[in-house]
């Protein structure tokens, strides 16, 4: 029983993780010092910026990238006093991409042969999330994060995606800042 019980957990664990698609980098300027930013805001996007986003989706990153920032930011309500430290910018890039399959069979004998070429085609939408963290004074990007992953095109399913995505760019971004 104690067996099975690892075996599924174990399995479970490997579920979890696979599951997880998105691709994540990110990039520090060489000058940048991110520990001495205190105060993020999410930076006001020009209206026909986001080209390929629609108005909900447009609403549910930017409060997915809001949430985030509220919590990187040590100093609460600070926007009247000084100014945010580091304005968040993002953009988003949705591309349709396709995945080609070749299977090739042979048939046979001694003397003859047979060769049947099958060609699967898999239409996919993929999409980018593109942070930067633009130092509010200097104008200059100090941090810039991207992720990629399939889109499900399932709203529901869409909203916990941009979530999971956001999430993932600002986890990158707390372990650039710490190390």
Known sequence: MKT?????????????????????????????DLNKYNFYTV??????FLPNVNPTQK????????????????????SGVTGPDVLVSYFVIVDTKQDYNVYTNYYGR????????????REYTEGTLIV??????TKQVVWHGSTTG???PNSIKLEEK?????KAIFDQYKTDQNS
Do not use: H, P
């Open 4 to 32: 099975t019980l690892r075996i599924l957990s174990v399995f479970l664990v490997l579920l979890v993780t696979a599951c997880s698609s998105l691709k994540v980098s990110s990039e520090t300027a060489d000058t940048a």
């Open 43 to 48: 930076a006001d996007t020009e209206k026909g």
């Open 59 to 78: 609403m549910q990153l930017e409060k997915a990238i809001a949430e985030q920032a509220a919590a990187l930011s040590t100093v609460q309500n600070n």
């Open 110 to 121: 001694r003397r003859w042969q047979y060769q049947i070429t099958d060609v699967d085609v």
């Open 132 to 137: 930067d963290f633009v130092d509010a004074k």
């Open 150 to 152: 399939i889109i499900n």
């Open 162 to 166: 941009i979530n999971e995505a956001v």
